[in-house]
Structures are given as C-alpha cells and as structure tokens.
C-alpha cells in the first residue's frame, strides 16, 4: 500500500469515529502534515476533544492532554529542574510539552503567564528552562481546544499565540444523519475504543517530506501575497503579517499532496484561505467575527490565476 492510499485510510478511520466532519478532519490532517498548529474551537459537546484524541491515536505518536485551568503555572507545562531521589543532585523533569503531539484542552482557561510559556514551544519547537535550551520532538504538533461562548473564568487568547495556529477550524453541529450514527456507535462502547494506529513517527515525517516537495508556481505565489496584502487595506482590521503568508503557502502545498497532486491549485488557496487567514485579522475591539467576511470579499475581488 503506497503512503498516500494509507493517507486515505487513516482519514476514514478518522470518519468512522467523528461523524459528518470529512472536510474539517481533511483540514486538521493537512495542517499537521504541513506541521502546524490547529485551534478547534466551537461549543461544547460538538467533538473537539474525540476529534484531537482520534487524530493522535492514529498517527502513532507519543501523546499529552493538557486540561488548561487559570491555575496551571508555566513549569506544569515546560518541567522543572528538580533533586534526583538520591540526593545526589539535581536532574530536569520534562513537561508534557516534550510530546510528539500535545492536546491543550480549553487554552483559553489558562492565565496570559502561561500562554506565553507555549509561544516558544509553537514557533521556535524548543524550550529554554534554567536558561538551557532544550528540542522538542520531531514532528511537534499542538491541537488546541476552545469554547467561544465561554466568559467566565477565560482569557482572550492574544494576537501572538493566535498567529501561532496554522488554522482555526469550527466543527459545528452534526447533521441528522450523522447525529443518529453517533447515538448507534455509543450503545456498548466509545469508537475510539476501537480505533487503530494508522501511523509511526517515520510514515508522518514521510508524508511531511513529501509535503514539502510539492511545486507551487510563482503564479500561485503571487495570488497568496496579493490576498494578504489586500487584508491590510482596511483601516478598521489588522490585516494578516508575512508569516500569514508563508502558512498559506505551506498549507496548500499539503492539501495538494493530500489531494494526490504534485503541484498547488488556486483551488487550494481558496479553500484555505480563511482557516488559515481570519483568525490572523483582529479589529479594534479584539474581535473574530468580521474576519471571514473580509476574506470572502476579498477572494471575490481578486482573479485568480489560470495554473
């Protein structure tokens, strides 16, 4: 079986336990295929937190959840330079940050002290404790979770560790169809029970490589600066920075080797520009919800190159 049939199949396992969520699984999968960072974020009880469990059972990498509370202190995630049992010294005691793929369940629930604790895990895949750097794993992956409806007891996640995120994905509610399958799947036991690891740490750094690999024209390029560009025309909105654009890019090389393609569409970039974009763009008041709006207009307004 080729790496990309295997691709296939982990999304279908992925399906048989998240219900009528194909194109958001699709995403959060490319994302991490172009190693970044996912916020899921959406009521509670939608599946966030199945769906972050799932996607890390069947890659097959060492995995951590961190339920986020306004009392959890920066070391509860990096470690802590602690005495060995004998006495004889001291030895560092890693953080669950040190996995393969982490679950910060409702992040914004942790104080702004924290938070900042896990910028330089995002970006820099390396953390400083003691004044000692330490790498992370290889691949590194954060899911986060958030519940936007949730006022009490949060913090509004800043613009920098908003921009950490490749994508912010929102799940919503389950059709019908796909409710009553959910209700059928738990009559003796949870699906994930049953979920299979479709993956090891060298199948996803394969599939990252290959990623990587995937040809994207200067056309194409070109069409992904104008639209970040155009986001920064708007006096009342934050428009998106370079890194904004860099991620867009990466993305779309990954959804293309999803798709089994070689080389990046326009397509791509159209379908990614607002899980990968809206979260980026902030008006004065600190707020989401003209965002998307924004790219669609902008998406409208812009031809897009014949590739």
């Given amino acids: 079986m080729t790496i990309q ?14 219900f009528g969520k194909k194109n958001e699984i699709e995403l959060i999968v490319t994302v991490l295929f172009a190693e970044g960072h996912v916020l899921i974020e959406d009521v509670p009880g939608t ?18 959840r961190i339920q986020m509370t306004p009392d959890l202190l920066p070391s509860d995630l990096t470690g802590s330079t602690v005495m060995k049992t004998d006495r004889s010294g001291f030895e560092f005691s890693k953080g669950p940050l040190f996995s393969s793929i982490v679950l910060a369940d409702e992040i914004n629930r942790a104080s702004p002290k924290t938070l900042s604790a896990m910028l330089e895990s995002m970006e ?20 986060a979770t958030q519940n936007p409806v949730e006022h009490e007891g ?71 600066v104008d639209l970040v560009r155009l ?52 008006d004065d008041g600190g707020s989401l919800s003209r965002s998307q709006d924004k790219i669609k207009e902008i998406l409208q307004s812009i031809p897009a190159p014949i590739a």
Avoid at 5 to 18: G, I, M, R
């Fill in 47 to 64: 599946g966030k937190t199945v769906l972050a469990k799932a996607i890390s059972k069947t890659f097959g990498l060492d995995f951590k």
């Fill in 154 to 224: 949060v913090f509004q996640l800043p613009c920098a560790q908003l921009d950490r995120f490749a994508a912010r994905v929102t799940l919503g509610y389950a059709d019908k169809k796909s409710e009553i399958e959910i209700l059928n799947s738990q009559n003796d036991k949870h699906p994930l029970n049953d979920l299979k690891v479709c993956f090891d740490v060298s199948k996803v750094k394969q599939c990252i490589d290959a990623a990587r690999k995937v040809h994207i024209s200067d056309l194409v390029q070109s069409y992904i």
């Fill in 231 to 282: 986001t920064r025309e708007n006096n009342s909105l934050i428009g998106v920075s370079t890194r904004g654009a860099i991620v867009l890019s990466r993305v779309a090389r990954s959804r293309a080797w999803v798709k089994g393609r070689d080389y990046v569409l326009p397509d791509d970039v159209k379908e990614l520009a607002i899980p990968v974009l809206a979260h980026r763009m902030m």
């Fill in 5 to 18: 049939k295997e691709v296939d199949s982990l999304l279908q396992s992925l399906q048989n336990v998240v």
């Fill in 124 to 143: 820099e895949r390396q953390i400083t404790v003691d004044g000692i750097t330490r790498d992370l794993p290889d691949p590194f992956l954060v899911i």
